[in-house]
């Protein structure tokens, strides 16, 4: 661990282990934890499958293709959402375990790659759409041309049928979240290696963006990815070395060291005290003394 401040024990124990529970993912990302059954999902995306850990089972898959899926989050009835690269969409998951799509388009133009995905207490869904899976989609032997000309980070209405987008003028954006009490967005920058913060407006909608902290990192080392809180509203963001933490006002307390470039990780199992990790190659967890916030 790099601890920056004293206050970054609160959050992790300096002697808190590293536990590698898989490996060969291209990369793993959108790790997700179902309270429910007591499991974590996560996406590879170029291996074009998403993967189930139980701690029983270890790794297995759980959906092989997957259109090489990238994030995931719950709505507010327990159904998977997940942003899907090849099909550049965002997909649901019923319960009977057909995928069914929720949108695709804006504007009569077809989606980037829908990327990172969370959801308000109201039901609303929000996503970022850069043009990271075009490449990986392209290297299939598909030719996918862009279609919007610029990369955004959109809304979708709880009854699904208005996308509003919110913000257009990233340059990647990536990771999203919002603070405990939701009256604030952060969204991260990959090719800026930044994290900006929004007021959240009574509709939804986001104003007055401003310079959270800056994350160091580049391509090789991780650069701003997973973003996510905790319960107390520190931020955690994905970086050079690892997973930065950043209390509420922008101080980096200290930094989760990850042997692997990390992409995302996800609070976990009973007492969501556990950091569950994806690497490029790697998945891992870590107990920690800060809870995450519970998904139902």
Known sequence: ???????????VSSNAKLEELGTGYRPGEGPIWLAKGGYLLFSDIRGDTMYKWTPAEGVTVFRSPSGMANGNALDKQGRLLTCEHFNRRVSRTESDGKVV?????????????PNDII?????????????????????????????LGFYGVFRLSPDGNTLTLLVDDFVRPNGLTF?????????????RTHIRVFDVRKDGTIT????????????????????????????????????????PRGRHLGTISIPKKTTNFAWGESDWKTLFFTCFDGLYKIRVNMPGIPIP
């Open 101 to 113: 799509p929720l949108v695709s388009q804006y504007n009569g133009k077809r989606l980037n790659s």
């Open 119 to 147: 959801v308000k207490s109201d039901g609303s869904i929000y996503f970022t759409d850069p043009p990271f899976g075009l490449p990986m989609i392209k290297e299939k032997g598909w030719e996918e041309l862009q279609e």
């Open 208 to 247: 007055k963006g401003r310079l959270f902290a800056e994350v160091q990192g580049n391509i090789v080392v991780g650069r701003p990815d997973g973003l996510k809180v905790d319960r107390v509203g520190n931020v955690y963001c994905t970086g050079a070395g690892g997973v930065w933490v950043f209390d």
């Open 179 to 191: 603070s405990p009490d939701e009256s604030l967005l952060y969204i991260n920058d990959t090719e």
């Open 1 to 11: 661990m790099e601890m920056k401040n004293s206050d970054f024990e609160k959050i």
